[in-house]
């Protein structure tokens, strides 16, 4: 019987320079446990990447980027492309909501970065999710469908097993207002009801589904047990190594065999 793993991510954001990212990281180390079926991922700024790609162990933490150009390289000044990237991180992070609404990328640039990534053999962690005016608008569901349709245009059914997807409602990010349980339940069935249309009923039960926005402690177990959640993509609390341990130990206790 497989083991349903669970994905923790902890995204640094733009916090913690090369020296303290490295002694952050040792700290981790020292506190999260590994487990066979817990996959953790740290994504830190992308000017430490490159010295934590030669300290990390990576049978207990994978390397995420926070952002690349979707381009493999050319005339981009101040860019860093996937496939700089390529060997030194293990997974991406595309379409997180700072990145659609603080520096203006459209669905275009996110299609564009995920099927980049995947010629790169990084694994794309795609953010999709609503605004509180699009929420209270009610076109939630219009919004996801519209942002997983084309963040996986790109994507064969082959290839889309290596894909993961979270959802962050982005009135939720960074503002201690969390999702209610039910309403991540009902979009992430939106999400998956979409992959089956796309790509057939066992790509939807088998893609991992992750669920962001003012995690806590606290609130990771009610969320860990959600039975069409596969992990969590942290933000604030990644940052406090002691609060990023328990909830790691947490997915490890809401691990739950699979039937093949």
């Known amino acids: 019987m497989a083991v349903d793993k669970k994905i923790i991510v902890g995204n640094w954001k733009m916090n913690l320079n090369v020296q303290d990212s490295s002694l952050y990281l040792n700290k981790l180390s020292n506190l999260v446990k590994k487990y066979r079926d817990v996959e953790v991922i ?8 490159q010295t934590l790609s030669l300290q990390v162990d990576l049978k207990q933490f994978k390397l995420a980027t926070q952002n690349f150009y979707w381009r493999d390289n050319g005339s981009y000044t101040g860019e860093t492309s996937a496939s ?6 293990q997974y991406a992070i595309i379409g997180h909501s700072e990145r659609r609404h603080i520096f203006h990328e459209t669905d275009k640039d996110v299609r564009n970065k995920v099927a ?12 999709i999710g609503e605004t509180a005016w699009e929420r209270s608008s009610g076109e939630t569901n219009d919004i996801i469908r519209d942002q997983l349709l084309s963040g996986l245009s790109n994507i064969t059914s082959e290839e889309l097993d290596k894909v ?4 962050e409602p982005v009135w939720a990010i960074g503002t201690g207002q969390n999702a209610m349980p039910n309403d991540v339940s009902l979009a992430v069935k939106v999400i998956r009801k ?3 249309h796309l790509y ?3 790509a939807a039960k088998d893609i991992k589904i992750l669920y962001g926005g003012s995690i806590t402690e606290t609130s990771a177990s009610d969320y860990l047990m959600l039975p069409d959640i596969n992990g969590l993509l942290i ?3 990644s940052l406090n190594a002691n609060v990023f341990s328990e909830i790691v130990k947490k997915a490890h206790k809401e691990s739950k065999p699979k039937k093949d």
Request: glycine content about 8%.
């Open 84 to 89: 700089q990237l390529r060997g030194i991180v």
């Open 200 to 202: 057939g009923a066992k």
């Open 164 to 167: 993961v997807i979270a959802y």
């Open 235 to 237: 933000g604030a609390a």
């Open 194 to 196: 979409q992959v089956e």
């Open 42 to 49: 740290v994504a830190p700024s992308t000017i430490t990447l």
């Open 116 to 127: 980049s990534a995947m010629r790169n053999n990084i694994k794309p962690i795609l953010c």
